[in-house]
């Protein structure tokens, strides 16, 4: 549940805290619908007023003298707040508070449903009213953070384009560039609330290795770029691999393995979580032979 305090000034100037004041009017004259708490207020009596009509009627008790100790009954400790308001406040243990200035304040929580708020001069020091200690650890709230966020590998990318040449493959000796989806590579930030423990998660550009599918992994591929028609035919690349043997018929399989560190803090406690996943593509490489035939 999402916390938030507010405090808010009902009166202003010394005036009587708890119990009324000598001069508060006898059970007998108090009205005779059900009383919503010790003060002898009805639900009738009980309005709810805006921010700013409290704020007039603080100055206007001011003013006249009726908001000090001995002049007037003690004012409603309750007003501007609902009955489904009080109802809340009193099952949590919620009562009207004062500061050191004698001024009548008390502390607005939010709960689940933000149109409500609760008295809780306990928080946030613990006691009635205030928010539940979270009992998950750490640790397991920041793994559970984790495995909710979107953590992608992209197939690498190689080139030149094979479809592009009328042998649909690239040639044994022949250079192919390799590199990193630029998509894959954006930091991933997020923040989670897991049971009541706020999680925060930093997760910065992968490490990437390459697996070209006969034997030979490179790690260069953050480095590489595609190969583009300025770059001179059969030149190595940034990160390029050439393939000594034909590859089967579906082509060899080149797999980019992405691996994340993920920062966490939570509960006054901080780690780091690694999370790798992976994507695959197929090229093939074929043998182009050339028939040498002796002149006429």
Known sequence: MALAVLMITLAAGPMAVGAPTDETPPPSAQPTEERANSYGYSDVELDIRTKDERESNSSNAQTNGTGSVGRGPAPDPWAGFSKEEREVAEQTGGVPSANGNGEMVHLSVCLDDPTVSVLCPNYP??????????????EEAARRAVAKIRLTAKPPGLSPDWNKNKYKMLAVGFPVWVHADPDS??????????????VSLDAAKPNIAVKMGDGTTLRCALKGRPFNHRDEPGSDGPCSHRYQKMSPPDGYTVTAIYTWDVAWTAGGQSGVITVSNQASTQIPIGELQALITAPR
């Open 185 to 198: 590579l954006t930091p991933v930030n997020d923040s989670q609330n897991i049971e009541g423990l706020g």
């Open 125 to 138: 020091g613990g006691g009635d009213g205030a928010p539940p200690a979270p009992t998950i650890a750490p």
